[in-house]
Each structure stands twice: as C-alpha cells, then as structure tokens.
C-alpha cells in the first residue's frame, strides 16, 4: 500500500520535469485538471484507465510510477551528443537533482550565453573548461569546482585543443533547460 501512496508524488515530478500545468498535462491525457490533481495528492485511486493516457503523454511507463523497493540501484539512460558535446546521464530520471559526465569537445560551435532559473554545481575531472558567467572569463583546470545560479548569463566550452570532462549537477528547472532539446541524439 505505501507503493500507491508514492504513486502521485512521482507522476507530479514526472509532469513538473516537462515542465507542464496541471491544466497542460489533463487536456493532453483527455482528463479534467483536476481528476490529474486529485490523483498527483493522493485523493484519488488510481487505476489504470487513468495512468496509461498519463504515462503515455509523459513518455514513462506505468512500472515507472510504482518503483519496487529493491529495484536496481544503477542508472540505465543512454548518453546523447548535442552541440559539441556528449551528455551521459549518472542520476535516474525521477532523481530529484540530476548529474550528468558533460565532455565538451574542442570542435564545438561557440554558442551564446544563456540564461535560466535554476542553480548549477560542477567539477573538472580532465582538461580545461572556459566558463563564461556574466562579464567573467574563467579557465578552470582539472580538479577545480564552480558553483552558479543560472540566472546569470553563461555557457562552457573546452578550452585548448583537448576535450574536458566536467561533473555536472542540477536542480530539475535547470537540467531540463540545458540538456533537453528537440536535436538532441541519443548515443
């Protein structure tokens, strides 16, 4: 029974992840928001013929909802190559902060700085990384850490010739903002 109680939680997080209203997750369902509100606050039974439009909108599946308690531990999402970089998933998709392995390639078109809410923590595992964050030029060399709000216009990219591999850690709002594009491949 307490698997169903963590039922409304995980399909709220799944829709806040795509970042869609209660109101945007119903219409596409085929549902009232709030029949999707009462069952994301456990206020509602659910059964199948409500999950499965719900799960297919979110691109998840039912077993995705009802975790079992001694599911395996480890992370099986595929890594993608995007913009002059290649992504590799370390947090399961549910997770609550993500992490990502970034290697930036030295080939990789310069891309403006963006901007977004949310917060970013990172560390350099091997080559250098030009961080750009507001009206600062930094080089961060192996080892090194940064920590940002997004808010704050950014981007990275390898510095030299040679990739760098960076430990990447967001808050939902951000992952989604930066790794989530439509041209984004898998790998």
């Not at 596409?28 to 499965?52: C, F, I, P, V």
């Not at 990384?129 to 940002?148: D, K």
Request: charged share 30%; hydrophobic share 35%.
């Amino acid at each position: 029974m307490d698997e169903l109680q963590r039922l409304g939680p995980r399909l709220r997080s799944a829709r806040q992840e795509r970042g869609w209203t209660l109101d945007e997750l119903a219409e596409r369902a085929g549902m009232s928001a709030s029949t999707l509100s009462r069952l994301e606050s456990g206020k509602r039974q659910a059964s199948l013929e409500l999950l499965l439009p719900l799960t297919r909108q979110l691109g998840i599946r039912v077993d995705d909802l009802l975790e079992p308690p001694d599911r395996d531990p480890r992370v099986h999402r595929r890594a993608i190559r995007r913009e002059g970089m290649t992504i590799a998933p370390l947090t399961r998709e549910e997770s609550e902060v993500r992490a990502f392995k970034i290697t930036y390639h030295p080939e990789a078109p310069e891309c403006p700085p963006q901007t977004h809410p949310g917060h970013e923590w990172l560390y350099v595992m091997s080559g250098r990384l030009q961080l750009t964050l507001g009206e600062q030029e930094l080089v961060l060399g192996r080892g090194e850490a940064a920590e940002f709000d997004t808010a704050v216009p950014h981007r990275m990219r390898a510095a030299g010739g040679r990739p760098a591999e960076v430990i990447s850690i967001f808050n939902t709002v951000g992952e989604r903002l930066h790794l989530h594009t439509p041209d984004a491949e898998p790998r």
